[in-house]
């Protein structure tokens, strides 16, 4: 399946996927990026995302049935990292990006594995605080990483249960505060694969900020 979608008067600065695999707000994400100054398309099918600027993985769900429903499309968005085309996963597509998921194993999935592209875990809010983590926090940038810019101190809007704990600290790009810190945003070593455990599409002005970095980076 192929939606194209192009933002009415701006420039278009960067061709962009949004990864259709049955989970996601796709249409939300879409227009975000429209906004940002991209044109959009929604795949299905992995040889679409060659061509691409950069591709974005959005996600809403679990992570054992995020994965199920990736498999047809694993091995092309780790090729998409392999090439330096920027990658971006938003909430579960962001989880995604991590190796594995205690989430799974609570689900009594097993062992289920994400694309390990960014080494680490997903793991639940301790025992005590609400889950889900849901409503507006501010972001700590904690490296420099082009997603960030002109973002620290502001808010994002949060909606999850279980968080990313990569195995290299310097992985983390942003944090932010739901008692105790945890990474709001991550990367690889190389930048290009990175992603947000928030909703850029569902947070103003903040969200409308990392989208046009996205989008901008793409472009380079």
């Not at 959009?40 to 992570?63: H, K, M, N, Q, T």
């Not at 609570?106 to 793991?123: A, T």
């Not at 810019?149 to 990569?166: I, K, L, N, Q, T």
Request: proline fraction near 5%.
């Amino acid at each position: 399946m192929s939606t194209q979608s192009r933002p009415r008067e701006q420039e278009t600065l960067a061709d962009i996927v949004v990864v259709d695999y049955g989970l996601g707000n796709l249409r939300s994400v879409s227009r975000g990026l429209e906004r940002a100054g991209a044109a959009v398309s929604i795949e299905s099918d992995p040889e679409a995302f060659g061509d691409a600027d950069g591709v974005v993985l959005p996600g809403v769900g679990a992570f054992g049935e995020g994965m199920e429903n990736a498999e047809s499309v694993r091995d092309a968005l780790v090729e998409v990292a392999e090439s330096d085309t920027p990658l971006f996963g938003i909430c579960l597509g962001m989880q995604m990006l991590l190796t594995e998921s205690e989430e799974a194993e609570r689900e009594g999935q097993g062992d289920v594995k994400g694309l390990d592209l960014v080494p680490g875990r997903n793991v639940r809010f301790e025992a005590g605080q609400t889950v889900p983590h849901m409503g507006w926090n501010d972001l700590s940038v904690q490296r420099e990483h082009p997603l960030v810019e002109g973002v620290d101190g502001r808010y994002a809007y949060f909606v999850h249960s279980y968080y990313a704990v990569p195995d290299d600290e310097g992985a983390v790009v942003a944090t932010t505060d739901y008692g105790g810190s945890f990474p709001a945003i991550v990367a690889n070593d190389d930048g290009t694969v990175f992603g947000t455990q928030f909703h850029p599409e569902k947070s103003g002005e903040t969200g409308l900020t990392i989208l046009r970095n996205f989008v901008e980076l793409c472009a380079e």
